[in-house]
């Protein structure tokens, strides 16, 4: 089956520690994005790759890091210079059809800080 | 900049009733698109429905359309026949269509509705 997969679904992490998010997707898209929801909020842009070894800040990239080495793969490193993590992950991929990028989401991950 | 405006945080319909759920936007772009997404209580956002800005007919899809007034800058999402199912938060999105920030999305606040029987 085609699909957006993140890991884990769940993610605690300790003061002052880095964690990595993982999303992967084999849809074959060349972009991908992070984006990060607080509760009763919208989705803000963290990171996004239109293409392999490229990639460029969102609105709310300080804390975070990223890389592209893969088509397939897009992880989300949350650093300890990120205050406030504890949040929803939202991964996604987009293709272009009929002149139309549209996006499709993987489950998320959601960090809890300890 | 892009901005999308949700101004019902939360909206009810009885099932098989048909509801309408607000979206008004802002961009200087000539072209861009405009999306809804659905977010159940499990988190997975799922892709409903896309208009274009240059599109002359309303996006149809399933029980799902789009209501697009360009000049209003508004682009209502109309859920037909309401179901239980149908009961989540609601997104409205907009792309942009300049070079580097190519197929980003802004991203509405949201509504969530709640169907009842």
């Known amino acids: 089956d085609g699909g957006i997969t993140q890991s884990p679904k769940y993610l605690f992490r300790k003061e002052g520690q880095n964690v990595t998010l993982s999303c992967e997707q084999n849809l074959n898209h060349d972009a991908m994005y992070w984006y990060r929801q607080d509760p009763g909020q919208g989705l803000r842009l963290i990171y996004y790759?239109?293409?392999?070894?490229?990639?460029q800040k969102g609105d709310i990239a300080e804390g975070y890091s990223v890389s592209r080495e893969k088509k397939e793969s897009f992880p989300l490193t949350v650093t300890s210079a990120q205050k406030n993590p504890t949040a929803f992950y939202l991964c996604?991929?987009?293709?272009?059809?009929?002149?139309?990028?549209?996006?499709?989401f993987g489950p998320g991950t959601r960090l809890l800080v300890l | 900049a892009q901005k999308i405006t949700q101004t019902q945080p939360g909206m009810f319909v009885q099932e098989k009733e048909a509801v309408t759920l607000d979206c008004t936007y802002d961009?200087?772009?000539?072209?861009?698109?405009l999306f809804w997404y659905k977010q159940p209580s499990s988190g997975e956002m799922i892709f409903l429905i896309y208009?274009?800005?240059?599109?002359?007919q309303n996006a149809t899809e399933g029980r799902y359309s789009l209501n697009f007034q360009k000049a209003r800058k508004s682009a209502n999402l109309v859920i037909s026949a309401s179901q239980l199912g149908d009961s989540a938060m609601y997104f409205c999105a907009m792309s942009s269509t300049r070079g580097s920030t190519l197929g980003r999305l802004y991203f509405g606040r949201g509504t969530q509705l709640t169907v009842w029987p």
């Open positions: 208009q274009g800005s240059y599109d002359q």
């Open positions: 996604a991929s987009s293709e272009r059809t009929a002149g139309v990028e549209t996006q499709y």
């Open positions: 790759s239109q293409i392999v070894n490229d990639f």
């Open positions: 961009t200087s772009d000539p072209s861009y698109g």
